[in-house]
């Protein structure tokens, strides 16, 4: 799970009685897949904190927590450090002893992450990834792993794409459903993918599904640290071009659209890409949309429409975890809060210093986990729970309440 420049535990996930398929290989993991009826899932990406107390970690509050991360090193799974993460990683698994239903996973990528492309491009390369993948599971007892590859047939801060990617991310996420269906306890795989419809041309997305258990959608960075228009990175409702006109971001997604660099002219948002996903044939139960625990600031940005939609002076000044945000922006009368009815998202202007900011908060999380219920959707996940604070009131408080109701 990427960043650029960036209750109590359900009582119980029952499993779904489905019978085995040939055809299908994600039905030997179909006891993973709950019912629209349950509880939604909770999935945290978590990256160690520099005061890093697992101990304190509320895993009383998820139903996963993905251990972020591990590299393409060589052709194999592993850690740049395994002297320092390893260890971190063993006692993360030993927090299942407060929350015996907790499946501890392992991330490998992320955002400018290389060596994807190298891995896959053969059988015999595939096979020497997923070998140490195994070993690495094994070695650390984990319940599957996450898949970050950004992007197949992509390049993602420069990293190597090939046209051959599509094809081979299939072969690759077979070959991994294969190797964690021979563990004797079940496994989960995952796989991080794009919140836009351009990334979708780039995978074999039903064959895909067939062997990963869920997509963690990346529902937020919906506009990047490289714009310099401002707008909501990470919101739920879908915004239509015609709602923004008028507004520079608004001639700056047309322009894009009329050179064909985008697919629509309309801003980006979760409910837009699940209905997408859902209509090229994606299972409601199998789509785990994103949050975003951090914000984005841009600078320079004119008073109008509070600014929103904006064309800054200066440029995108970086991200700010949820808890400084808290800590710094809320309590600072500069900052005014306000809230986007169609986007269903909040934002901040100061127009003293004429900063806006993008953001989720209490509020926005609450409706996109009431959203995934609605939707029938597999669950929540977010990147990551070390920017939440640790106050009450945080922001997986309000996704926790929400998924117990």
């Known amino acids: ?206 064959e895909v599904m067939k062997y990963a258990d869920y997509t963690n959608v990346m529902t937020y960075d919906q506009v990047s640290g490289v714009s310099k228009y401002t707008g909501h990175h990470t919101p739920l409702g879908e915004v239509r071009s015609e709602d923004i006109a008028g507004t520079p971001f608004h001639d700056y997604l047309d322009s894009l659209y009329q050179t064909g660099a985008n697919k629509d002219p309309d801003p980006r948002s979760a409910e837009k890409i699940v209905n997408f996903l859902i209509d090229e044939g994606a299972d409601p139960k199998q789509i785990v949309i994103g949050s975003a625990f951090y914000g984005r600031v841009w600078k320079g940005v004119p008073p109008e429409n509070n600014g929103l939609y904006q064309l800054a002076k200066g440029i995108h000044i970086g991200w700010m975890a949820y808890h400084q945000i808290r800590d710094r922006y809320e309590p600072d009368s500069n900052f005014q809060r306000y809230w986007d009815e169609l986007a269903k998202a909040p934002y901040m202007y100061n127009a003293t210093d004429s900063l806006m900011v993008s953001y989720d908060d209490t509020v926005s999380v609450r409706l996109k986990t009431e959203y995934v219920r609605e939707k029938g959707l597999g669950g929540i996940m977010f990147w990551e729970l070390g920017n939440d604070t640790k106050e009450e009131g945080s922001l997986l408080d309000a996704i926790d309440k929400a998924a117990l109701k």
């Open 1 to 206: 799970m990427r960043i650029s420049l960036l209750s109590k535990n359900l009582l119980s996930l029952v499993p779904l009685v489905v019978a085995l398929s040939c055809s299908n290989p994600l039905n030997k993991q179909s006891q993973q897949l709950v019912s629209a009826a349950s509880r939604p899932l909770v999935m945290a990406y978590y990256v160690p904190e520099r005061d890093y107390k697992p101990e304190e970690i509320p895993v009383e509050k998820l139903t996963h927590i993905i251990y972020s991360f591990t590299h393409v090193i060589d052709g194999e799974m592993r850690f740049r450090k395994p002297e320092e993460s390893g260890p971190k990683l063993e006692a993360l698994v030993k927090q299942k002893e407060r929350n015996t239903d907790l499946k501890v996973m392992i991330a490998c990528g992320g955002w400018g992450a290389d060596g994807f492309s190298d891995m896959a491009l053969t059988e015999e390369s595939r096979a020497k990834f997923i070998a140490s993948a195994a070993d690495f599971i094994e070695a650390y007892q984990l319940d599957g792993m996450d898949m970050d590859w950004e992007y197949p047939g992509i390049s993602g801060a420069g990293t190597m794409a090939r046209e051959e990617d599509k094809e081979n991310f299939t072969a690759l996420m077979k070959g991994l459903r294969e190797m964690l269906d021979g563990f004797d306890s079940p496994k989960l795989l995952t796989f991080a993918s794009a919140g836009w419809k351009r990334y979708y041309d780039h995978i074999e997305l039903n």
